[in-house]
């Protein structure tokens, strides 16, 4: 089939809510590193990375060959009996994570993973209020819609009324409308004042992303998560770090929440886990791993590929030193995304993020300077960078934020090569 065959039966078979990036979408064929090629022969620089999730490369040979032969060895077996590559990420994990973690669940998915820590942390601590932030997204259940604070993303109200949502650290558009430093880190602060008079005043816990996803790389200040991990603990809860974007070397450090030196309680991660195979994990601490004493089990999670194919990514990871690589060549990206800023401010507003997770929010250009989203440049930034073989993603509460994480093993080169076409995508859209 030619690419309007696929983009038709896309449109006749799958749900309409499955939408593709670009008014004619790309039909992809194969990948290899940094690139990807499309059904007419087509190439592009992929710095999107299936949103994060392609951490050392398209096809990587290493980690095809670990699939390759665990497959051909078994492919699947259910959590009903102990498989030799399961067990052998569960105890990299827990020599990977910080702090005290040592026991492991696996799931398929990074929405599973966090609804498990909800659930356990309400098991653990015998309380069922829980804090999220707005303009988070934790994933497609009912559960997770309601942790979701993103309108676009949530599909039905919220079922679940023990949700109480925090204000996002989102400096650029300060919902205290202060200034930071000079705030104090006040939206921090407000955890507090939200527990006491939105809750019974006993919690089971916080769930935060270092840096928000699918909210537009939403970074938070250094301080954030010290204070608000300090609250949330005071009032019996606990904190809950959600690596599902961040993990594994992407923000330039192994974990997101590295960078602000707060241990959490209890870690979820999916995405860039497996170099794009099927799987999630949940990692705590052997007491609240022991507060589930009914049966569980989850038919996918662990499943022996992916666990091969997420051995060997780790691996990889570590060997190279690909959280250095992802400092570095994130200092290089950012570098030269703030010089676009200053050449173009009267679009790019805001350039944030760390190491191969970086944004830029875009905002129309108005002599008041209230920084209005302008999705609709996005719209036409994209199909720029398209047109120049280069894919970046987009994000943010109103969809007018760029979003940028190749590979963790990219090249200086590439990072360079992809700067000079977010240059001139800006260029033609700036007139």
């Keep these: 089939m030619n690419s309007q065959n696929i983009r038709d039966k896309h449109k006749q078979y799958l749900f309409p809510a499955v939408k593709n990036f670009y008014r004619e979408s790309i039909v992809v064929s194969s990948g290899k590193g940094a690139r990807i090629t ?90 069922t209020e829980f804090i999220a932030l707005r303009h988070a997204y934790s994933g497609r259940s009912m559960l997770a819609q309601a942790l979701t604070a993103h309108a676009p993303w949530r599909a039905l109200p919220s079922q679940i009324a023990a949700v109480k949502h925090a204000l996002a650290p989102y400096c650029y558009r300060c919902p205290l409308k202060s200034t930071y430093p000079g705030c104090g880190v006040a939206c921090a602060e407000d955890v507090d004042e939200l527990i006491r008079t939105t809750t019974t005043g006993e919690i089971a816990g916080m769930m935060v992303e270092p840096i928000q996803g699918v909210g537009g790389f939403v970074t938070p200040p250094k301080e954030y998560f010290t204070i608000v991990a300090e609250i949330v603990r005071n009032y019996g809860g606990i904190f809950i770090s959600d690596e599902v974007q961040t993990g594994f070397g992407r923000t330039g450090k192994m974990w997101g929440i590295d960078h602000s030196g707060v241990q959490p309680d209890m870690m979820t991660m999916a995405k860039g886990i497996a170099n794009g195979f099927p799987l999630a994990a949940v990692v705590t601490t052997g007491e609240i791993a022991d507060s589930i004493v009914k049966n569980t089990i989850s038919t996918f999670g662990g499943n022996p590929v992916s666990c091969a194919a997420s051995n060997k990514t780790i691996e990889i990871i570590l060997r190279d030193n690909l959280a250095e690589n992802s400092q570095n060549m994130g200092a290089i990206l950012r570098r030269g995304l703030e010089d676009i800023q200053e050449k173009y401010p009267q679009i790019a507003g805001d350039v944030r993020g760390m190491g191969l997770m970086q944004a830029i929010e875009f905002v129309v250009d108005e002599p008041a300077g209230d920084r209005t989203p302008n999705p609709g440049a996005v719209d036409q930034f994209m199909e720029e960078t398209k047109k120049r073989g280069l894919l970046i993603g987009r994000g943010g509460l109103s969809g007018n934020v760029i979003r940028i994480s190749p590979p963790l093993n990219i090249s200086r080169n590439e990072v360079e090569t992809a700067l000079e076409i977010l240059s001139d995508s800006f260029a033609a859209i700036a007139g």
Aim: proline share 2%; charged share 20%.
């Design 38 to 127: 499309d059904v007419e022969g087509n190439t592009y620089l992929d710095f999107f990375g299936g949103i994060l999730t392609v951490s050392v490369g398209h096809a990587n040979e290493e980690v095809n060959a670990a699939v390759i032969a665990q497959v051909n060895r078994l492919s699947h077996i259910s959590t009903l009996y102990p498989v030799e590559s399961v067990v052998e990420l569960a105890e990299r994990l827990v020599r990977i994570t910080p702090g005290n973690l040592e026991k492991c669940f696996f799931t398929a998915s990074g929405t599973e993973a966090d609804e498990t820590a909800v659930m356990m942390a309400q098991l653990s601590t015998g309380n």
